[in-house]
T-cell receptor, first 112, second 112 residues
Framework: ELKVEQNPLFLSMQEGKNYTIYCNYS?????LYWYRQDPGKSLESLFV?????AVKQEGRLMASLDTKARLSTLHITAAVHDLSATYFC????????????FGTGTRLTIIP | KAGVTQTPRYLIKTRGQQVTLSCSPI?????VSWYQQTPGQGLQFLFE???????NKGNFPGRFSGRQFSNSRSEMNVSTLELGDSALYLC???????????FGPGTRLTVL
């Protein structure tokens, strides 16, 4: 059974600081996703990582994938308050299998 | 392009009743997946439909069912509601190539 673990579960950080969220998964996977969720809202797609060594960046967020280590990271650079949200990573088992297994989520709070 | 739409957005039911939720995918998307989100269990996969056929099913009891129509719209039904069925139900759609899943706003179901 595919398991996805995220850490930390909660993260409180000051504006302007850098931090990293980690996502480990238990079995080989074709694709890894990062989503953002604001309170009471749905999931917003941030990144899709398809291959080993993939790195994608959007604004202050950068995601990377190491398939050999079964690890993805979401790095936040010079955090701003607007980045406060819950971040989920999700993995699917193989291409064409539209079944995502989600991590527990990381609730990020940026303190001014 | 319009996003994924879900109706209704909020629903209050009592134990023992049944409920039907609706999802309209992004135009051109043929895969529709359903997820349940609760504070205790997180995001869990319910089932996925493609071209009116259920391709994947999560570990939920038979009270949870779904279907997809020829226009790719999907419905999920929960019979004999229990208090533990209170959750945010999210629908997601993806294209044939399955690059990413796009989520709708969700239906928040409260069972009293």
């Amino acid at each position: 059974e595919l398991k996805v673990e995220q850490n930390p579960l909660f993260l409180s950080m000051q504006e302007g600081k850098n931090y990293t969220i980690y996502c480990n998964y238990s079995t080989t996977s074709d694709r890894l996703y990062w989503y953002r969720q604001d309170p009471g809202k749905s999931l917003e797609s941030l990144f899709v990582l398809l291959s080993n060594g993939a790195v994608k960046q959007e604004g202050r967020l950068m995601a990377s994938l190491d398939t050999k280590a079964r690890l993805s990271t979401l790095h936040i650079t010079a955090a701003v308050h607007d980045l406060s949200a819950t971040y989920f990573c999700a993995v699917d088992r193989y291409f064409g299998n539209e079944k995502l297994t989600f991590g527990t989520g990381t609730r990020l709070t940026i303190i001014p | 392009k319009a996003g994924v739409t879900q109706t209704p957005r909020y629903l209050i039911k009592t134990r023992g009743q049944q409920v039907t939720l609706s999802c309209s995918p992004i135009s051109g998307h043929r895969s529709v997946s359903w997820y349940q989100q609760t504070p205790g269990q997180g995001l869990q996969f319910l089932f996925e439909y493609f071209s009116e056929t259920q391709r994947n099913k999560g570990n939920f009891p038979g009270r949870f069912s779904g279907r997809q129509f020829s226009n790719s719209r999907s419905e999920m039904n929960v019979s004999t509601l229990e208090l533990g069925d209170s959750a945010l139900y999210l629908c997601a759609s993806s294209s044939l190539t399955g690059d990413t899943q796009y989520f709708g706003p969700g239906t928040r179901l409260t069972v009293l």
